[in-house]
């Protein structure tokens, strides 16, 4: 199995950057893609990167509109998520995602907060 730690939540000021991190544990040999999803109350999660095993990102949410950034450490077992210029819409829950040996791999979330 894989576990996922995330990082770097916090509360900043519209207009401001902020990075997140996830450290991958266990069988990280076995993970494929990687990814960052987001999630607010009352709305279904929602891509927000991706990036393959060897790291190239192949895909972004619509509302990033190249603000975010995500990159991947195979030899720390990291994905960072960059995301600079943030509005209010950022505000969510974002988590971690890894799929392993055909299994989906979720970490707990960390909070985002961008006031206004």
């Known amino acids: 199995q894989v576990q996922l730690a995330e990082s770097g939540g916090g509360l900043v000021q519209a207009g401001e950057s902020l990075k997140l991190s996830c450290l991958a544990s266990g069988k990280t040999w076995t993970i494929g893609g990687m990814a960052w999803y987001r999630q607010t109350p009352g709305k279904e999660r929602e891509l927000v990167a991706r990036?393959?095993?060897?790291?190239?990102?192949?895909e972004f949410g619509y509302f990033v509109k190249g603000r975010f950034t995500i990159r991947r450490d195979n030899t720390k077992n990291t994905v960072d998520l960059q995301m600079n210029n943030q509005t209010h819409e950022d505000t969510a829950v974002y988590s971690c995602?890894?799929?392993?040996?055909?299994?989906?791999?979720w970490g707990q979330g960390t909070q985002v907060t961008v006031s206004t």
């Open positions: 990036i393959t095993r060897g790291g190239v990102p192949r």
């Open positions: 995602y890894a799929l392993a040996q055909g299994l989906d791999s």
